[in-house]
């Protein structure tokens, strides 16, 4: 009944199963319990994802946190520089301080706003809550999250409340959270796309 408490050791379970490897890609259980939870703390806003073809013009691309240097950091810039005719929004559910000028520029250049989900009251379940509500104005959700935060895997649940959610998997040979709420997981080499294929 501490949904809090659970979602905070259930991250706290991935991280032990990330470093050092423990030699799974993918925990079906520990998911099933966080979008278990997911569903039983959501709040129904009545928002539904729209059926049929559809054109995906604003995106919200979500971050766990980013770092002054790093190669996540520059991917989410590029991207979102190189996707000119799209409005491209970020929101992070772990950053603490500021962000790089280069991102911050590129996500307001294109017409986005840049959301810190963990700075709003409450913990990490009021805070999927947040992120949920807040991804239903956008056409799809990007997820460049780290392998054990646990905050969007309750707050994309429900696939039917959600617009679409594209998974980076930017850390394909660890084990991550993501693997259940994924409608499309975008792999960046073929040997990413073997894992995925069969280890998650």
């Known amino acids: 009944g501490n949904f809090d408490a659970a979602a905070a050791h259930a991250g706290l379970a991935a991280h032990l199963a990330v470093r050092p490897h423990a030699g ?8 099933r319990i966080l979008v278990d939870m997911g569903r039983r703390t959501a709040r129904d806003t009545g928002w539904r994802r729209p059926a049929g073809p559809r054109t995906f013009s604003r995106i919200l691309h979500v971050a766990s946190q980013v770092s002054a240097v790093g190669g996540l950091t520059n991917m989410l810039g590029h991207w979102i ?9 970020v929101a992070f559910t772990q950053h603490r301080g500021g962000i790089p000028e280069g991102l911050r520029s590129a996500v307001v250049e294109s017409g986005g706003d840049v959301h810190f989900i963990n700075r ?11 992120l949920r509500e807040l991804s239903q104005g956008f056409d799809a959700v990007v997820l460049h999250i780290f392998s054990q935060d646990p905050i969007a ?28 709420i994924s409608d499309v997981v975008i792999n960046l080499r073929d040997a990413a796309t073997d894992l995925s294929i069969t280890r998650r």
């Open 24 to 31: 799974f890609y993918a925990s079906p259980r520990l998911e």
């Open 81 to 89: 520089r190189a996707d000119s005719t799209r409005t491209h929004s």
């Open 120 to 130: 709003k009251p409450g913990a990490l379940v009021a805070w999927a809550r947040a």
């Open 153 to 180: 895997l309750m707050a994309f649940a429900e696939p039917e409340k959600s617009p679409p959610v594209l998974f980076l998997n930017h850390g394909d040979h660890l084990m991550w959270l993501g693997v259940s």
